[in-house]
Each structure stands twice: as C-alpha cells, then as structure tokens.
C-alpha cells in the first residue's frame, strides 16, 4: 500500500466536478483506493466511489491522504498525483 498526503489547491476542494475527475480517475485502476480529509478528522473512504467522496466535504486548502493498494499501485498512484496537482479539472485557486 502506497499513501501519500496532498493540499487541495482548486477553488472548489473536492466538489462535483474534481469529485468526479478524481474518482473517474481512482476506478481506472485496479487496486484498492481511499481518500481521507485529513482536516476533518474523518474515517477513509472509498475512493471510487463519487457519493463517498463529496461526503467527505473536502474543501480548498484541505489536506488529503490518498492510499492506493494493489497490483498497479505505483503507477495508480502517479495518476491521481497527476490529476490532483492539475487541480481535479479546475484552475488553482
């Protein structure tokens, strides 16, 4: 299992469309994904799942822990840091 820790940096942290760009992103994976909000002090949740996700009420700012656990962690895992350092579809704010 691979995690690692992120800031939210688009506008909108990770509501609709980021939820969805990230989640559509987590389920072209095979392995296991999670997403914590670090700042909120809740439980993981599943990272493929997008009402999972915008429950997690993650906004700009917040820190985010991503694990990823499986046969193509390494490479699932560059992917969402891709994706989340690009702002989830979004400009930075």
Known sequence: ?????????????LHARPA?????TAS???S?????DLDRDGPPVNGKSIIEVLTLGAS??????V?????????G?????RAIDAGLGESAA
Do not use: K, P, W
């Open 67 to 75: 694990s990823v656990a499986g046969e193509d962690e390494q490479a």
């Open 32 to 36: 296991a994904v999670t997403i914590q």
């Open 1 to 13: 299992m691979i995690s690692r820790t992120f800031t939210l940096h688009n506008a909108s942290g």
């Open 20 to 24: 969805s760009v990230f989640v559509q």
């Open 60 to 65: 700009h700012g917040h820190r985010i822990q």
């Open 77 to 81: 895992m560059a992917e969402l840091a």
């Open 28 to 30: 072209r994976l095979h």
